[in-house]
């Protein structure tokens, strides 16, 4: 038997490395690996063979456009998060329709690679519904190897992937609110649409708020794992693995009639990650259904199986990745109307999947580009790249940047059959960022937190109700061509969103902004109403039925009618300018102390304040007091004996421990020197990964009470979809801000915002 294997596996290496081989340029005959090295490679469209490779024409370049109006700095950050929130959840009986087109529809005749289509529904914030048609292209060459070695009679395996995936996607906005309204769109298969063949008359039909898409995905990868059963319905797992993908795509947004935006994306990105399970599973027989799972596989199809198995299974996982990329972005704006410009995109996109080989040719170009080189190199590089597609387009670039980026994550994933699906992830990131038209590089240190709770996940049904939350702490610095850095400035980033929750999350959303907001400026003394949002005027119905409840629980408390809505979201920014930054690493030792101690409550609060005035911090940071004065003043909260013995002094020693640790945490990011490494520094402080251990809504109650208030910026937007009669949907955003900050916040951070929304991976409803 061993000799069959192993004679088996080397017959599968020698046709798995032949199509590696076969998938080259013959001319060159480089290693598949090298496209993801650099230098001078042949084509991406090449693997795919059969594609028509004739060169472009080269017009003299014409005189750039102005730059267009780009969206809000978040949209696309939101629409991810919208993404995320609504995937999986059960929330309309037409949302989950799709129309797979596998027999009769092949677009050979269009690329000469064999896809699949299907066609289904998204909706964005404003509760619009997208009709979003795909056709698929993928070839592959992977292999998994089995019983490598042996590990207590468990088998370890590898697995190496490797191919070529691409899209054709095209997102249509309609004016419904409903999926159902829109299942006659979803059928109409005359007005199936697809990016291939590009040519005028296809490009001149697209519809204002239209976005195709062509992403591409180059991937190769080696992972292993081993699995152990505990019993044969429990076991646990332990996985490694590393990949590199080249992910170059192409869209087309239609901004308005006169403007179509072209946008150019190479990525070039590499992941090693490790992770550790363990997990129960069962089929349907074990819960009172004699031989359901033979029957469901033989019967019905094993993708049903996988889907009751999905939520009735017990699972918890562990899992760590690092990830290290460079990315480009072009950007061109054409005229719809003008034949001209319109051709000369035909003639760019070639009409077929041979796009990708202009685009890997363009992004070897810019393979030398390192994150440490200087802003002159980077500026060279982007540019060999950008005059390559203005040469072929016939018109200058309106935008062009580059942005590297390494960074690392830990997740948890914990399954609860039926009752509770609780996901959550926290990292660290590291972002530079360059623009060919500034002689500025961006600098931008981002500490994450993410959570995805669900309950109630009903197989072939999906989750009932969901909350997520995303939270973002971005240090930003600009360093200029002479290689000075400036100070950071810190951008808060919370979406926050709820499906088939009470009224009062949606309110208790926007009231948990407000216990940072009341806090501004104040410096330890009380709070600032002048910053907080009137969640009254945001939930009428909810505040009136408050004030006049319609009776009392068995307890004596109001009982609150509260009713359910469909959904609710909320983004919420908080902008400390460089000047609020300073002011917070700057702040004397007393005034954090009194900050620590105005967000308290309760006992605790009562207790130090009485006692506030012992307080003394000595040369090292440390604080200590007179324990014996203490004692006296607080003799009368002390109880001694039994269960209920109380000593007010552990109180006071748990504050001073506490009030140490803040302090530490914002002396070191004082006393570091250098300004990359200060924002590098103040990013772990902000997510809890200082001394204090506390990080996001804690240390933010913290520092807003450090600064002038004119040197913040807030803003808030929460939209609900209620599905309630009688009642309008809440629409609504506030800005609070000083009026002299407006300008210099647009000034200094806005575009910082943008250019980052910018980078990130466009969502399926953004391009």
């Known amino acids: 038997m061993k000799t069959n294997k192993t004679a088996s596996n080397t017959k599968f290496a020698v046709v798995f490395f032949s199509l590696v081989c076969a998938l080259q340029t013959p001319a060159r005959s480089a290693e598949f690996s090298s496209y993801f090295e650099g230098a001078n490679q042949g084509s991406m469209a090449d693997l795919v063979g059969g594609l028509r490779s004739e060169g472009a024409k080269i017009p003299d370049p014409k005189n750039p456009m102005p730059q267009p109006t780009q969206p809000a700095a978040g949209n696309n950050e939101l629409l991810h998060f919208w993404e995320d929130l609504k995937s999986d959840v059960f929330d309309d009986i037409c949302k989950g329709v799709e129309i797979p087109l596998d027999a009769g529809f092949d677009i050979a005749d269009i690329v000469g690679v064999e896809g699949k289509f299907k066609r289904y529904m998204k909706q964005y914030p404003d509760n619009k519904i997208a009709v979003i048609d795909e056709v698929g292209v993928k070839l592959d060459a992977s292999h998994t190897f089995t019983d490598i070695f042996s590990v207590g009679g468990s088998?370890?395996?590898?697995?190496?992937?490797?191919?070529?995936?691409?899209?054709?996607?095209?997102?249509?906005?309609?004016?419904?609110?409903?999926?159902?309204?829109?299942?006659?769109?979803?059928?109409?298969?005359?007005?199936?649409?697809?990016?291939?063949?590009?040519?005028?008359?296809?490009?001149?039909?697209?519809?204002?708020?239209?976005?195709?898409?062509?992403p591409a995905r180059l991937h190769m990868g080696v992972s292993g794992g081993i699995g152990y059963p505990v019993q044969p319905w429990l076991s646990v797992g332990f996985s490694l693995g590393t990949s590199k993908e080249l992910k170059p795509s192409v869209t087309l947004f239609k901004m308005d009639e006169n403007k179509l935006r072209l946008r150019i994306r190479l990525d070039r990105i590499t992941v090693k990650s490790a992770g550790a399970s363990v997990g129960t599973s069962f089929d349907a027989g074990m819960i009172g259904l004699p031989e359901a799972e033979n029957f469901l596989v033989k019967e019905i199809n094993k993708n049903l199986v996988k889907e009751f198995n999905k939520y009735i299974a017990l699972r918890f996982g562990l899992s760590h990745s690092r990830v290290k990329g460079k990315k480009l972005l072009l950007e061109f704006i054409i005229d719809p109307k003008n034949p001209e410009q319109v051709s000369k995109l035909v003639d760019f996109l070639k009409g077929d999947l041979s796009i990708i080989k202009r685009l890997i040719e363009m992004g070897v170009r810019f393979n030398d580009f390192t994150d440490i080189d200087d802003n002159a190199a980077g500026q060279a590089a982007m540019q060999q790249v950008d005059e390559v597609a203005e040469q072929g387009l016939g018109l200058n670039s309106t935008f062009a940047g580059a942005n590297h980026f390494n960074g690392t994550s830990n997740g948890t994933n914990i399954v609860l059959p039926i009752v509770m699906h609780r996901e959550s992830s926290s990292g660290q990131r590291y972002d530079r960022y360059q623009t060919t038209d500034s002689d500025q590089v961006l600098h931008v240190n981002n500490a994450s937190r993410s959570t995805s709770v669900s309950n109630i996940n009903l197989p072939f049904f999906g989750k009932i109700f969901k909350h997520n939350t995303n939270q973002n702490f971005y240090v930003v610095n600009y360093e200029d061509k002479e290689g000075a850095v400036s100070d950071g400035a810190v951008v808060y980033q919370r979406y926050e969103g709820y499906i088939k929750r009470d009224e009062r999350d949606a309110r208790g959303m926007v009231e948990n902004m407000n216990e940072v907001l009341k806090y501004a400026g104040t410096?330890?003394?009380?709070?600032?109403?002048?910053?907080?949002?009137?969640?009254?005027?945001?939930?009428?119905?909810?505040?009136?039925?408050?004030?006049?409840p319609s009776g009392t629980d068995s307890d004596g408390n109001p009982v609150v009618n509260s009713k359910s809505y469909k959904s609710a979201l909320m983004s919420f920014s908080l902008v400390f300018t460089k000047e609020a930054v300073r002011a917070i690493i700057a702040a004397p030792a007393v005034t954090i102390m009194k900050a620590v101690l105005n967000v308290m409550e309760g006992l605790d609060r009562e207790i130090i304040s009485k006692v506030q005035h012992l307080f003394r911090f000595g040369d090292n940071g440390k604080m200590d007091y007179d324990w014996k004065a203490a004692r006296k003043i607080l003799a009368s909260y002390e109880r001694t004996g039994g269960d209920n013995s109380f000593d007010p002094l552990s109180v006071v020693n748990s504050f001073c421990t506490n009030v140490a640790a803040v302090v530490s945490d914002i002396a070191s990011v004082r006393d570091t020197a250098d300004q990359k490494a200060k924002s590098e520094r103040l990013s772990k402080v902000l997510a809890g990964k200082g001394k204090s251990r506390l990080g996001y809504e804690g240390m933010m109650q913290i520092m807003i009470q450090l600064v002038d208030v004119k040197d913040i910026y807030a803003s808030l937007n929460i939209q609900t979809d209620k599905r309630i009669k009688g009642e309008e949907n809440v629409a609504s955003t506030f800005n609070v801000y000083n009026e002299n900050l407006q300008a210099g916040y647009s000034s200094q951070l806005a575009g910082a915002n943008a250019l980052r929304d910018r980078f990130a991976d466009p969502s399926t409803l953004s391009d």
């Open 523 to 548: 410096q330890g003394d009380g709070t600032n109403s002048e910053f907080i949002i009137d969640v009254d005027a945001l939930f009428p119905r909810l505040a009136a039925e408050e004030l006049n």
């Open 155 to 214: 088998n370890f395996n590898i697995g190496f992937t490797g191919g070529l995936e691409g899209k054709s996607v095209v997102v249509r906005k309609t004016e419904e609110t409903k999926y159902c309204k829109n299942l006659l769109k979803l059928a109409d298969l005359r007005k199936i649409k697809t990016i291939l063949p590009v040519n005028e008359k296809r490009i001149s039909g697209m519809a204002v708020n239209e976005i195709w898409k062509f």
